[in-house]
């Protein structure tokens, strides 16, 4: 019996591949009816990779998000719960990438002057590397040996973060070098240090938007942990598959055991990599914050940072109706505690739960959400983005020959927010990047709704973009 047989639809929103052939729990996979006729298409890798999580040691629930498509070992867009085994695909290579929405003080009647956005972007690249971090621009700032010790051991308070910005104020680190050298990596302490408010490339982002009903303006900031965290994440694939005695190329299956030396090793790395990139985030929001005064006049303050690839303990909620501390591991997804999940407790997120900053493509923006009464169906869980309908290199080869019509399309598009009309994204590229344009991801609002329908998460806030930086 092929895969797509074994697969059930007990509700409109819902599709199950029941537990059998060395599974451990169902997997469950949120999409609607279309968005599930998309993800049949890539049923090779994704819904396998489905099955092969719901495989490993330890797990008690696997899940998959409406923008799940396949990842490396599992898919992108899942969220594992563990009684203490650590999957490291299940967080994958860029630890702790996330979002950090930035509240302006501006309104929509502020930004519709297209060259005032373009020096916008401007005074941003001015101090923010919009690549790898090889190059510094003038007004970038530097960081000393200090800090940079500091904020792999307590994340962003380096850059006066509040708790209540945070998903996590920060994340446990050995204090003592002779029980954890977070640079044991040769070189890996100069990069840290160099990359620090840099944005990287691919999909990583600043974006400008606009609130479609009242007219606020939000910065979103989309970066991870830098090729600090990759190489972490690298090395320590490398070192599981060896103390499981997996085979090197297939590194991807291996696992640890927290309470092993090798998981505890891996989970002071990972959380060192989870506070750089918390830090990262914070040092280009200042850099945004100072751009924004800069050019308009105004400024603006972090709403709130959360991550999408990320491994912590956290309650669970269990059939019985008590919690119960979990190793929880999203890769590509979201954290959605509603209101009265204990976790809240005593933070200004505890009656209404915390914000879910969800970034779509840079044509369709991104939005708000709140987590709603059947959270706890999906460990707590929601999508971190509209998800990829197809590959970077398969949408440049579709695409090419539309470079111009889509950039013009970016350009002439017109929206109006709180009755002002803005025309165009502006960019920092002077071509539409096709891999990624609109046509590379799902549609946001049919992933949303998705969400809304099985009663997860509501959408508090839908944003458009009105000008982009691409790494």
């Not at 929103?13 to 599974?23: A, D, K, Q, T």
């Not at 005064?293 to 059939?319: C, K, M, R, S």
């Not at 709704?449 to 973009?465: F, N």
Request: proline share 5%; with cysteine.
């Amino acid at each position: 019996m092929s895969i797509l047989d074994r697969i059930q639809h007990p509700e409109a929103n819902l599709y199950v591949i029941p537990r059998e052939e060395g599974m451990l729990v169902d997997a469950l996979l949120f999409m609607s009816p279309e968005l599930f006729e998309h993800a049949k298409g890539q049923q090779t890798d994704f819904f396998q990779q489905m099955i092969n999580g719901a495989s490993y040691p330890g797990v008690e629930f696997l899940g998959v998000m409406p923008d799940g498509h396949p990842g490396y070992g599992v898919p992108i867009g899942s969220v594992m719960v563990t009684d203490g085994v650590i999957v490291q695909a299940s967080v994958g290579y860029d630890i702790n990438c996330g979002v950090l929405a930035v509240r302006t003080d501006l309104h929509a009647r502020d930004v519709t002057d297209w060259d005032l956005r373009h020096e916008w972007i401007k005074a941003v690249a001015q101090r923010v590397d919009m690549g790898l971090g090889t190059h510094r621009p003038p007004l970038m700032p530097t960081y000393t040996d200090e800090m940079i010790h500091e904020i792999v051991h307590y994340g962003a308070h380096v850059f006066g973060a509040k708790p209540e910005q945070c998903e996590r104020p920060n994340f446990a680190v050995a204090a003592d070098y002779r029980t954890f050298d977070p640079f044991h990596l040769d070189g890996s302490f100069d990069r840290a240090k160099n990359q620090l408010g840099s944005l990287g490339k691919g999909n990583h982002f600043i974006e400008m938007q606009v609130d479609r009903d009242d007219g606020s303006v939000w910065v979103m900031v989309h970066c991870g942990s830098r090729n600090y965290g990759w190489n972490l994440a690298n090395y320590y694939f490398h070192k599981g598959a060896e103390v499981r005695g997996i085979e090197d190329k297939k590194r991807q299956q291996s696992y640890l055991y927290v309470g092993e030396p090798m998981g505890q090793e891996f989970m002071n790395a990972h959380n060192a990599a989870a506070n750089y990139a918390q830090a990262n985030r914070f040092a280009i929001a200042a850099s945004v914050i100072e751009a924004l005064g800069e050019t308009f006049g105004e400024g603006g303050e972090v709403y709130f940072d959360i991550t999408h690839n990320l491994a912590q303990w956290e309650d669970v909620l269990q059939p019985d109706g008590t919690y119960q501390e979990r190793l929880v591991q999203r890769k590509g997804a979201t954290r959605a505690f509603p209101a009265g999940h204990p976790e809240l407790s005593g933070t200004p997120w505890s009656e209404e739960g915390h914000p879910c900053l969800i970034p779509g493509s840079m044509y369709t923006g991104a939005a708000i959400l709140r987590a709603t009464e059947n959270a706890h169906d999906s460990a707590c869980t929601v999508n971190h983005g509209s998800g990829r309908a197809r590959g970077a290199k398969d949408t440049k080869r579709r695409f090419e020959d539309r470079r111009e019509e889509l950039t013009a399309e970016m350009n002439e598009t017109v929206r109006e927010f709180d009755g002002v009309p803005i025309k165009g994204v502006a960019s920092n590229k002077p071509t539409l990047p096709l891999d990624e344009c609109d046509r590379a991801y799902k549609p946001l609002d049919e992933v949303l709704e998705t969400l809304e329908a099985t009663g997860i998460a509501r959408i508090e806030r839908r944003m458009y973009p009105v000008c982009n930086c691409k790494g």
